[in-house]
């Protein structure tokens, strides 16, 4: 007798789909049964054809929770996680009044947004010039990973130079720590922006200018370069162009123990896209080229990119202003958590053709085993939590800002269409959204901390 079974269900793998049924105990996958097979349950869920994946893990958001509320909190921005088929989420620590870099402010953050969680969450742990010697206590406390910027950041947060990150690194892998570096080459781009600046005034294409694939390699090679001296552990956020991507294949093919993620409008949308429509679709590093955008594919589906990402980076609707702040000013960030799985498994399985295990290994695996907590995430395996998504293949479907729990419901991804959509997400063995809404209950997403 199980807890809960779901039947009736395609479950996909990452690496294969098998017809079966998933036995559900205490929160627990339990059993892993033959379809067909007679089952006593107290509850059964059918999934009437539908897939059943694993459920996903965005390793990369800003929920903006505690300090930056008008943006986002833990309350709307986990809702829209899992009605969007993210059972787990990886929560950025800047964005944070103050930016979670102790173990006293974690400690103050778990307390506020625990309450509030609809999805389980893991914390980023800050990585600044005055916190080296905090590094370890966050690991302590759980954190998967530790977030570092090489290039620009916004003024709650602080940039490393390059000899800061060797000795980042090092203190790193004295804990078996990964750090995560946003690559992108501080010199260039502030240079870019000034030479823009003369100008008497600036358009989309001056911002694109300024944030070249150049930037982004230069850094993502210093990065790499340096963990290949230390033999330190690494993770480029928001790769968001092949050539990046090559360079890190490259490493890992030496054995550097490199990790990567690209995110889903980087998988959607290009360049002229910012051109023609402006600031909703400003985002760092840059969309690139329609080029681009297929080349990415390929490296999430070799394996290179282990994750697909949100980048979750909302804001209010007056900070996107090109009018009040110029195209330099203007908030760069793009609001996803709701909509990546759905777009991924439309731009990738029904327009290019993609297997689905792809989205079980980039959505679920990947991230799970690149940030500590595979075990426990990641996978449809007995013994793991019974995190799932049952998505419909055949369900149609346009993004329309009602449909969007976000505290701002505005988004790059709004007017999208597309098909196959996340119609029930179960967390723990509960269902928490279901056909769209929220069903959940706050309060019953649970801290996850790394494996040790």
């Not at 302590?140 to 950041?153: T, Y």
């Amino acid at each position: 007798m199980f807890n809960l079974v779901i039947k009736n269900g395609k479950v996909v793998t990452a690496d294969k789909i098998i017809e079966a049924s998933l036995g559900i105990n205490n929160g627990k996958i339990a059993a892993i049964i033959e379809a067909g097979t007679e089952i006593q349950a107290e509850k059964v869920i059918d999934a009437k054809g539908n897939y059943v994946f694993p459920g996903a893990i965005d390793t990369h958001a800003h929920l903006n929770d505690p300090g930056y509320l008008w943006r986002e909190d833990y309350a709307h921005g986990t809702a829209a996680a899992g009605v969007g088929g993210f059972t787990t989420i990886i929560d950025m620590p800047l964005q944070n009044e103050p930016a979670m870099t102790d173990g006293q402010i974690l400690d103050k953050k778990l307390e506020g947004v625990s309450p509030n969680a609809y999805v389980d969450f893991c914390f980023w742990g800050g990585l600044v010039d005055y916190n080296l010697n905090q590094l370890k206590e966050l690991d302590e406390k759980g954190c998967v990973a530790f977030k570092s910027f090489i290039g620009p950041v916004s003024p709650d947060y602080v940039s490393l130079t390059i000899g800061q990150a060797k000795e980042a690194m090092e203190i790193c892998k004295e804990f078996d720590g990964r750090a995560g570096f946003h690559c992108e080459d501080y010199s260039l781009i502030k240079w870019e922006e000034a030479r823009a600046k003369r100008k008497d005034t600036n358009d989309w294409q001056d911002f694109l200018d300024s944030r070249p694939v150049i930037a982004e390699l230069i850094a993502t090679q210093n990065i790499i370069d340096l963990a290949k001296e230390v033999g330190a552990k690494v993770h480029i956020c928001h790769v968001s162009h092949p050539r990046v991507a090559e360079i890190i294949r490259q490493a890992q093919n030496e054995g550097v123990d490199v990790t990567a993620e690209t995110c889903g409008h980087y998988l959607t949308f290009t360049d002229q896209d910012v051109v023609k429509n402006g600031s909703l679709f400003k985002c760092a590093p840059p969309l690139r080229d329609a080029a681009a955008v297929e080349g990415m594919w390929e490296y999430v589906s070799n394996g290179t990119l282990s994750a697909i990402a949100s980048d979750h980076s909302p804001c209010e609707l007056s900070e996107k202003s090109e009018e009040k702040h110029g195209v330099f000013g203007a908030w760069g960030g793009i609001s996803g958590i709701q909509n990546v799985m759905q777009v991924v498994f439309s731009e990738g399985v029904v327009k290019r053709g993609y297997c689905p295990t792809l989205l079980a290994r980039s959505l679920s695996e990947g991230p799970a085993k690149a940030f500590g907590i595979f075990g426990k995430k990641g996978a449809i395996q007995v013994g793991f939590d019974a995190d799932l998504v049952i998505l419909d293949p055949e369900k149609e479907w346009e993004i329309t800002p009602e449909s969007l729990y976000y505290v701002n419901p505005i988004s790059a991804f709004v007017g999208l269409k597309g098909k196959g959509l996340p119609v029930c997400t179960l967390v723990r063995g509960e269902v928490v959204a279901q056909d769209g809404q929220l069903v959940g209950q706050k309060g019953h997403g649970q801290y996850v901390r790394k494996i040790k």
